[in-house]
């Protein structure tokens, strides 16, 4: 077994308060209990999406979602083209965990995209309709 260099930004270390280049070269064993995800975004995202069920779809599909602080939200489903097909919330939205349902009978079998927006930042998802 022949050991590489490993190039990441993943595991930053601090060295007693010494800076450490983003982008550096790894050839230590790295105690991956102290990572966590607000030290690698920096900042708490304002929400998070998460993946549809069932997938693929029917008939209804369910995508739940978590708010962490008060603030418009826009939910829409577009086609393979890019194309708005739905517009699923359009809205202000309260703290905490929701769920959003929808109806996939009116449009044909093929690829989806549903896309978030809340406060500045937008995630989107993949989902495929089969009748």
């Known amino acids: ?3 590489h260099p490993f190039k990441t930004g993943y595991l930053r270390k601090d060295y007693n308060g010494g800076d450490e280049d983003y982008w550096h070269m790894v050839d230590e064993t790295y105690n991956y209990a102290s990572v ?12 998070t ?9 029917r008939e209804m599909t ?3 979602y978590q708010i ?3 603030g418009h939200m826009l939910m829409e489903v577009l086609n393979e083209q890019g194309r708005i097909v ?8 309260i703290p905490g965990n929701h769920m959003i349902t929808w109806n996939a009978t009116k449009h044909p ?23």
């Open 109 to 131: 079998a093929g690829l989806y995209l549903y896309r978030m927006r809340f406060e500045g930042v937008q995630y989107v998802g993949k989902m495929i309709v089969i009748h």
């Open 62 to 64: 369910h995508i739940p």
């Open 68 to 70: 962490q602080k008060p």
């Open 86 to 93: 739905d517009i699923l919330a359009n809205k202000k939205e």
């Open 49 to 57: 999406l998460g993946k549809n069920y069932p997938n693929p779809v």
């Open 36 to 47: 966590s995800n607000s030290n690698m975004l920096g900042n708490q995202l304002p929400f």
């Open 1 to 3: 077994f022949q050991r």
